[in-house]
């Protein structure tokens, strides 16, 4: 197993990306913390591990609240005695698309209050932890967004998830010294009910042709699912990417390339 032994806290932990990371982190051995704000997804995401014969544990927490993160942070130590890696996946998506010109400013706040105030808080309450280990990882899940112009009225989001690029870069810097690799995965669309209900919408609809779009410019034919998408983490997480920090790995079967 590529990661027996190891503790992973997984924040974010809902029926997508946050779900399959945690499964396949635990199983290639990690012991998992699974977090996000919902009490029901992650005790079935923990039970779902224990019952393929590994060990997890469920914390509810809110990323934006700095107690609850200093608290996953500390249930976590005090179930598995160390802490190794920490994925940092929750966030919230723009909840009006509006263009730049009549963006709210409160929407704006919200999104940033989860995706960057919210990944700033669980990254340090973990970072003490985390520089315990002789294996410390920090793996951020960013998105094809900040690469690539999409969509109109999504730049709060893009905005957002672009400053965590910028931390995955600082972070490796300040934390290098102490072997703490930081590493990001920009996912494209994935495969799922969510594409699946778009790509099923009138032929006129504006996202389902988007979406269709999208599907045409994939050089693999198809969108990836969370599920293949979850196994560039497991990757970062273990000693095959052990040269590799303050990189940001587009998992997106090659909607966007860069050199």
């Given at each position: 197993m590529l990661l027996d032994g190891r503790v992973a806290v997984v924040s974010g932990v809902g029926p997508g990306l946050g779900k399959h990371i945690a499964l396949d982190l635990a199983h290639e051995g990690c012991q998992v913390v699974v977090s996000a704000r919902?009490?029901?997804?992650?005790?079935?995401?923990?039970?779902?591990i224990e019952m393929s014969g590994g060990r997890a544990l469920?914390?509810?927490?809110?990323?934006?609240?700095?107690?609850?993160?200093?608290?996953?942070?500390?249930?976590a130590r005090e179930q598995f005695g160390r802490i190794d890696v920490l994925v940092v996946n929750g966030y919230i998506g723009t909840g009006r698309m509006d263009d730049f010109e009549s963006a709210d400013p409160e929407s704006w706040r919200q999104v940033f209050d989860v995706n960057v105030w919210g990944a700033m808080n669980l990254i340090q309450a973990h970072i003490p932890h985390l520089r315990e280990s002789t294996s410390g990882r920090i793996i951020i899940t960013s998105a094809m967004a900040t690469r690539v112009t999409t969509a109109r009225g999504r730049t709060a989001y893009a905005a957002s998830k672009a400053v965590?690029?910028?931390?995955?870069?600082?972070?490796?810097y300040e934390l290098g010294p102490d072997g703490i690799r930081v590493n990001g995965v920009a996912p494209?669309?994935?495969?799922?009910?969510?594409?699946d209900a778009l790509l099923a919408g009138d032929d006129d609809d504006e996202?389902?042709?988007?979406?269709?779009r999208a599907l045409e410019d994939i050089p693999l034919g198809y969108m990836p699912p969370s599920s293949?998408?979850?196994?560039?983490?497991?990757?970062?997480?273990?000693?095959?990417?052990?040269?590799?920090?303050?990189?940001c790995i587009d998992a997106n079967g090659g909607h966007f390339m860069q050199s």
């Open positions: 919902s009490d029901s997804t992650i005790a079935s995401v923990a039970g779902e469920a914390v509810p927490a809110d990323v934006t609240v700095r107690s609850d993160c200093d608290e996953l942070a500390k249930k965590l690029n910028q931390f995955i870069q600082n972070l490796a494209g669309w994935m495969a799922g009910p969510t594409v996202m389902a042709i988007r979406v269709r293949e998408v979850a196994k560039t983490f497991v990757y970062l997480a273990s000693d095959l990417a052990l040269p590799i920090t303050g990189q």
